[in-house]
């Protein structure tokens, strides 16, 4: 491995800052840390990093900022398909990984890397997400997994580490934080666990507000481009505020419960305040200006889309096809919904579009109809029944006659 160039996947966390000191102390390899920002880091963070990365041992450090693009090739799709995996998680990592991992992939082939390096461990989803795009982008390129292939522990990582003078939080090092704009994961020795929850201090951002706030979010074509009357060009813009604003409530926080790419159940915390609420308004909103089976129909594809999404299968041109279909379902689904965040939960109160079909010019559900007559009802319900009703009458005689 002497003197090869390889590309590292660098979050400046414990996982990858001991793949730096490994590869370029203990290998020899030319070693360029590459960041790929997804909304997480601020220019602060990112300056940090780089430092970090430097000291480590790597001759060179890029940030590549992907949030944008991450928002316009991912994030809006996983919106008009109200994407939650197994009904609670936002795919806040998985989604981030396929934009990380193609990110990391073009700086490789750009820089005539021999190998590119990640810090995934050998019991995740992630070391299959990135090896799936590397080999697919970049075939010619060793990959490179030290965490994977020594089976390190944490508790490894950080001897390692401080015996080779490196000054970090290990204490934060409990936890492995992963901040996105569509979302934070955070993983530990709870979610190691079937039965214990993770402690108030393990999620990154407080619970400060105790008050009750009513927000607007406006939507154009099913993406958000207004909060409380103010307008966004950039929907990332409009995401980060309402973030701002529902954080502190501590909403959004759960623990997802999901099976791993590799065949085994895995548990991991989140806070998605902005991510949780756009996609139930969202929802609210088609449920008013959709037809009942175009609602059907994006379920299907989308809890379809989502799940090969988190299994790393972003590159599949079948995902493609869907995003044309979620995204051709979006030309009504434009208005306002409206919402109240209160501590550690949301209610989402009502809805007002040009588009909504739940007008009163064709009827009242439950009350009177203005489009039908009560012998235009007994008609249809007389033919929408008949075969229910003939598979019932031929079966009873048939039952006589026994």
Known sequence: MKNKKVVLAFSGGLDTSYCAIYLSKLKGMEVHAVTVNTGGFSGEEVIAIEKHALSLGAKSFHCIDETDNYYSSVIRFLVYGNILKNSTYPLSVSAERMSQAVAAANHARLIGADAIAHG??????????????????????????????????????????????????????????????????????????????????????????????????????????????????????????LQAIAGPFGIGRDIHVGDTIIGIKGRVGFEAAAPLIIIKAHHLLEKHVLTKWQLYWKEQLASWYGNWLHEGQYLDPVMRNIEKFLEETQANVTGEVYVSLQPYRFELNGITSPHDLMSDKFGSYGEMNNAWTGDDVKGFAKIFGNQSAIYHKVNAEKEVQQ
């Not at 010619?140 to 994977?148: L, V, Y």
């Not at 970090?168 to 901040?179: D, L, P, V």
Request: a neutral charge.
């Open 120 to 241: 995934s461990t050998g019991a995740g989803n992630d070391q299959v997400r990135f090896d799936m795009v590397f080999q697919t982008l970049i075939p010619e390129a060793e990959i490179i997994t030290p965490i994977r292939d020594m089976k390190l522990s944490r508790a490894e990582e950080i001897e390692f580490l401080k015996s080779h003078g490196v000054d970090m939080n290990f204490e934060k090092a409990k936890y492995s934080i992963n901040k996105g704009i569509w979302g934070t994961s955070v993983g530990g020795k709870e979610t190691l666990t079937s039965d214990q929850p993770l402690p108030e201090d393990a999620f990154p951002t407080k619970v400060t507000r105790k008050d009750k706030v009513d927000v607007t979010l406006v939507f154009k074509k099913g993406e958000l481009v207004g909060l409380n009357g103010k307008n966004y060009k950039n929907p990332v813009d409009a995401i980060k505020a």
